[in-house]
């Protein structure tokens, strides 16, 4: 069996231009979201979006590329260190991808309650207000420097108080848990060659290679998918609420559509990746002798024909993501629209 040679499931030109022409329609629209939000304000939203268009670069850059290539094919052709290269990024982007539309959506409801927080003070201190004039002949707050100036009315702006939510803690633990995880990917990914014809790359110890693959069940696709279910529920019970404020990026119902959309597109073009390939790996049991059979086994025409769908499924998730920033958002929408402030003023 290991001399058996393998032909392209698909015809290599149809990759290929499938390939060039997602891929770069992806860089194309995470490029125009990079410049159009890091020239506008730095709130919470627009960083957490930054880093997912970053994420998405990586993705396409050093991840769904070469799969697709390396499935279609069914043999590695790009060298060692580009398969040690693939297997650490591939683990860094898709760690760092799924968790930041988790911190998205979880730091959208975050704001939306501190600012319904914050609004219930605001009107609650009006009522005091209007009760204190009321019983008062005074009709606002006033002081006075000396006898010989006029009062002075001392109004308060209560937007001018701070309750913004902080995305550094949760964005450095967004990366640092991505670094963490992809870090036994490069140190133990490999090329294996099976014979002349046939190329794996893969990790060469075969028992961390279980190891690693149980953590990355748990950490990679369980947990941010538990955290994003969790984070639906609020997002659909939040907009069923009806009684959203305002973001300083975009209207709330905007930012949580946003949000849902986002969890949306990850569950039917990227978790399904990942799901194949733990389910891949736990439908049976292989010790270290069974290394190149299980390689090999992959690479059949049913589980790589597979593969090689959810790869280019997974390829166009970075593309729809940065499109749906600018149809859900209207003042990213605006960005692309040129001469539509002309308009506005008009």
């Known amino acids: 069996m290991s001399e058996r040679a393998y032909s392209p499931l698909a015809p290599p030109l149809g990759v290929a231009v499938y390939v060039a022409c997602v891929a770069g329609a992806g860089a194309?629209?995470?490029?125009?979201?990079?410049?159009?939000?890091?020239?506008?304000?730095?709130?919470?939203?627009?960083?957490?979006?930054?880093?997912?268009?970053?994420?998405?670069?990586?993705?396409?850059?050093?991840?769904?590329?070469?799969?697709?290539?390396?499935?279609?094919?069914?043999?590695?052709?790009?060298?060692?260190?580009?398969?040690?290269a693939y297997q650490g990024f591939n683990v860094?982007?898709?760690?760092?991808?799924?968790?930041?539309?988790?911190?998205?959506?979880?730091?959208?409801?975050?704001?939306?309650?501190?600012?319904?927080?914050?609004?219930?003070?605001?009107?609650?201190?009006?009522?005091?207000?209007?009760?204190?004039?009321?019983?008062?002949?005074?009709?606002?707050?006033?002081?006075?420097?000396?006898?010989?100036?006029?009062?002075?009315?001392?109004?308060?702006?209560?937007?001018?108080?701070?309750?913004r939510i902080r995305v550094t803690p949760p964005s450095a633990f967004v990366w640092i848990l991505s670094a963490s995880l992809?870090?036994?990917?490069?140190?133990?990914?490999?090329?294996?060659?099976?014979?002349?014809n046939i190329i794996l790359c893969t990790a060469v110890d075969s028992h961390h290679r279980l190891n690693m693959h149980s953590l990355l069940a748990a950490f990679n696709l369980f947990?941010?998918?538990?955290?994003?279910?969790?984070?639906?529920?609020?997002?659909?019970?939040k907009l069923r609420s009806k009684n959203l404020p305002d973001l300083d990026i975009c209207d709330a119902t905007s930012a949580l559509k946003l949000s849902l959309w986002l969890i949306l597109?990850?569950?039917?073009?990227?978790?399904?990746?990942?799901?194949?390939?733990?389910?891949?790996?736990?439908?049976?049991?292989?010790?270290?002798?069974?290394?190149?059979s299980f390689g090999i086994e992959q690479l059949n025409d049913t589980p790589a024909m597979i593969r090689l769908a959810l790869s280019a499924a997974y390829l166009a998730s970075s593309v729809i993501r940065p499109l749906l920033y600018v149809v859900m958002l209207p003042k990213v929408r605006n960005m692309f629209s040129f001469g539509s402030r002309n308009m506005e003023k008009v």
């Open 265 to 292: 597109v990850y569950g039917v073009l990227c978790a399904p990746r990942s799901i194949f390939a733990v389910y891949h790996v736990y439908s049976r049991s292989y010790s270290e002798n069974e290394a190149s």
């Open 223 to 237: 947990l941010p998918s538990m955290l994003m279910m969790i984070a639906a529920i609020l997002v659909i019970s």
């Open 92 to 163: 860094f982007a898709s760690t760092a991808s799924s968790y930041l539309i988790a911190t998205l959506a979880l730091h959208t409801i975050a704001t939306l309650n501190l600012e319904e927080k914050f609004a219930a003070k605001r009107l609650k201190r009006n009522n005091e207000d209007e009760n204190e004039e009321m019983g008062s002949s005074h009709h606002s707050l006033m002081a006075n420097s000396d006898t010989s100036t006029p009062p002075r009315t001392m109004n308060v702006d209560y937007r001018l108080m701070e309750r």
């Open 182 to 196: 992809s870090i036994p990917e490069f140190a133990l990914a490999s090329t294996v060659h099976l014979n002349q």
């Open 28 to 84: 194309l629209a995470n490029c125009s979201v990079l410049a159009a939000l890091i020239k506008s304000s730095r709130n919470g939203l627009c960083s957490i979006i930054i880093q997912l268009a970053i994420s998405d670069f990586l993705i396409i850059a050093t991840s769904a590329l070469p799969e697709m290539w390396f499935y279609n094919n069914r043999s590695w052709t790009f060298g060692k260190s580009s398969c040690v």
